[in-house]
């Protein structure tokens, strides 16, 4: 089974940046999908940034296009988010999550990291 830790959550101003990273251990030969969901208060988790971990193929949230950025490090095994031009709807724990494909890991990721706050002020 792979493990899926966050860090790198926090508070910021609106038009911040900030940048948050997930390391995998344990199995990770069936997650070749790895992304981000996040889940503000009183919401339901949503899908925010998905990377494939060979192809490198990347697919956002609308929410998102333009201002996030996905990366990954496999040498590492991590994935980074890099987040720009926040918001306060931004404001929200942010999981991470793998996947055997990327339409798996939109639909119902397999495995779920503990999430990390990201809280952004006006």
């Known amino acids: 089974q792979v493990q899926l830790v966050e860090s790198g959550g926090g508070s910021v101003q609106a038009g911040g940046s900030m940048r948050l990273s997930c390391v995998a251990s344990?199995?990770?030969?069936?997650?070749?999908?790895r992304g981000w969901f996040r889940q503000a208060p009183g919401k339901e988790r949503e899908f925010v940034a998905v990377?494939?971990?060979?192809?490198?193929?990347?697919d956002y949230a609308d929410s998102v296009k333009g201002r996030f950025t996905i990366s990954k490090d496999n040498a590492e095994n991590t994935v980074y988010l890099q987040m720009n031009s926040l918001r306060p709807a931004d404001t929200g724990a942010y999981y991470c999550?793998?996947?055997?494909?990327?339409?798996?890991?939109?639909?119902?990721?397999?495995?779920w990291g503990q999430g990390t706050q990201v809280t952004v002020s006006s």
């Open positions: 990377v494939h971990w060979f192809s490198g193929s990347t």
């Open positions: 999550a793998s996947a055997p494909t990327i339409t798996m890991l939109r639909m119902s990721p397999k495995v």
């Open positions: 344990g199995r990770t030969d069936d997650t070749y999908a």
